[in-house]
């Protein structure tokens, strides 16, 4: 069964430090997300992407944010100078229709020392 | 403003013994609601979509419902491995496909 993939798996960075998320969505989609959630949190929507640009973000989707799609398949999230703040597990998901499901990789966790 | 509330923060329940976990929403205008199962450490894997008031649908040991205030996700018969966090979560007002979550429901079955 199709799935999205990320990586790394975990990643430990210092504050102030670029990070680059990774993620392979299922290959017939067209929508895709990046979600994050903070150790005991609820999870919560940073940005969707959609024809090769940003259709919505959160106030949590500042400057120092930013996402790309560089080829076919892959859709990264990059994190220009991080912060402790940006420590937690990030999200990224899929969807082949407008306001359909969305479906969900494994995630990367983020510890920012 | 947008919310999602799911009650009860965590239920333990022995082996075999049906229960409903709650999800209450104010969105204006639903536009579908999303049943997902969240194992620690994992990223949530998408369980159910409902879009109007009465649907239902079922899967194995669950069935999720829907009103136009709340949804319910039953158990029934739960069996150790459907331990785990449920989410419900909606689109926004006005937004596309951004999805608003719930906290979760923590679901202990104990053999």
């Known amino acids: 069964e199709p799935e999205v993939t990320q990586t790394p798996s975990h990643q430990v960075t210092q504050m102030g430090q670029e990070v680059i998320l990774r993620c392979v969505p299922i290959?017939?989609?067209?929508?895709f997300y990046w979600y994050r959630q903070i150790l005991g949190q609820k999870v919560e929507f940073l940005v969707s992407?959609?024809?090769?640009?940003?259709?919505?973000k959160s106030e949590i989707f500042d400057d120092q944010f930013s996402v790309e799609r560089p080829d076919g398949s892959n859709f990264t999230l990059k994190i220009r100078s991080t912060k402790l703040e940006d420590s937690a597990m990030y999200f990224c998901?899929?969807?082949?229709?407008?306001?359909?499901?969305?479906?969900f990789g494994p995630g990367t966790r983020l510890t920012v020392l | 403003e947008d919310q999602v509330t799911q009650s009860p923060e965590a239920l333990r329940l022995q082996e075999g013994e049906s229960s409903s976990l709650n999800c209450s929403y104010t969105v204006s205008g639903l536009r579908g609601l999303f049943w997902y199962r969240q194992d620690p450490g994992k990223g949530p894997e998408f369980l159910f979509t409902?879009?109007?008031a009465g649907e239902e649908k079922e899967k194995e040991r669950l069935k999720a419902t829907l009103t136009k205030k709340e949804s319910f996700l039953h158990i029934t018969a739960p069996k150790p491995e459907d331990s785990a966090t449920y989410l419900c979560a909606v689109p926004i007002s006005g937004g596309y496909n951004k999805l608003i979550f719930g906290a979760g429901t923590r679901l202990a079955v104990h053999p």
């Open positions: 998901a899929s969807g082949s229709r407008d306001r359909g499901e969305q479906f």
């Open positions: 992407f959609y024809n090769n640009e940003i259709s919505e």
């Open positions: 409902l879009y109007s």
């Open positions: 290959s017939n989609h067209l929508y």
